[in-house]
């Protein structure tokens, strides 16, 4: 199996270290190159044992430059469907290792896409991050279900959005205004009514207001 090895790209690696506020440093390669290096370890993945691909995720997870963290999230989502519930939450940890939305939003998508393909496990699931002490689980609570569509579990999204409804923490308050905007696009209504009835912080409803008939 070859190892994906990232070229440094100088100029564009400090444009994307200053778009992420220089929390990481980066190699310079942007998704479509990713992909394309990426193609190869993905397809070999697939015939790894669980223990392995855990194994080979904590290897891209611990080197320095950002783009390794995206092929460590890449090698989870590509396997997505091969995961029990307890083996879907042994990647719960890296969540909250060098977090920041890039990253906390790619693993929303992997816990997402498990949770889609097992409903009747997904409120499980969502409590696994619901009420978490660090913020970045509890943003993937918010938003777990945020391409559900018609499946989305309201009461779930509700208690959600009621539990940090006054946490001040921008990625929460965003968190809340996106989840309500992406399911306002099936059930306006129902976004409608939650606004008016619970008190919600003004970047909340600004941004699930969004796609609302305008009074």
Do not use: C
């Not at 990232?6 to 506020?21: L, N």
């Not at 970045?136 to 391409?147: E, F, S, Y």
């Not at 959600?160 to 996106?178: H, L, M, P, R």
């Amino acid at each position: 199996m070859n190892e994906v090895v990232f070229p440094k790209k100088a100029d564009k690696a400090v444009q994307m270290a200053a778009y992420m506020k220089n929390l990481f440093p980066f190699a310079g390669i942007a998704a479509p190159e990713r992909a394309l290096l990426e193609k190869e370890l993905l397809k070999a993945s697939k015939k790894m044992t669980y223990t392995e691909l855990v194994d080979l995720v904590r290897f891209y997870y611990d080197k320095p430059e950002r783009e390794y963290q995206y092929v460590a999230i890449d090698l989870a989502i590509a396997n997505v469907k091969r995961f029990s519930f307890e083996e879907v939450l042994g990647f719960k940890p890296f969540v909250i290792e060098k977090a920041w939305w890039d990253s906390v939003d790619a693993w929303r998508k992997f816990f997402g896409l498990w949770g889609f393909q097992h409903l009747e496990e997904m409120p499980q699931l969502f409590e696994a991050f619901f009420g978490e002490e660090d913020f970045w689980h509890r943003r993937i609570a918010i938003n777990l279900q945020l391409l559900y569509k018609e499946k989305t579990n309201t009461v779930l999204l509700k208690k959600a959005i009621i539990y940090d409804k006054t946490t001040d923490e921008f990625f929460v308050q965003k968190a809340i205004g996106w989840s309500l905007r992406q399911y306002s696009k099936t059930d306006p209504e129902w976004v409608k009514t939650l606004i008016e009835t619970i008190e919600l912080s003004p970047l909340a409803v600004r941004e699930g207001s969004k796609y609302l008939p305008k009074p």
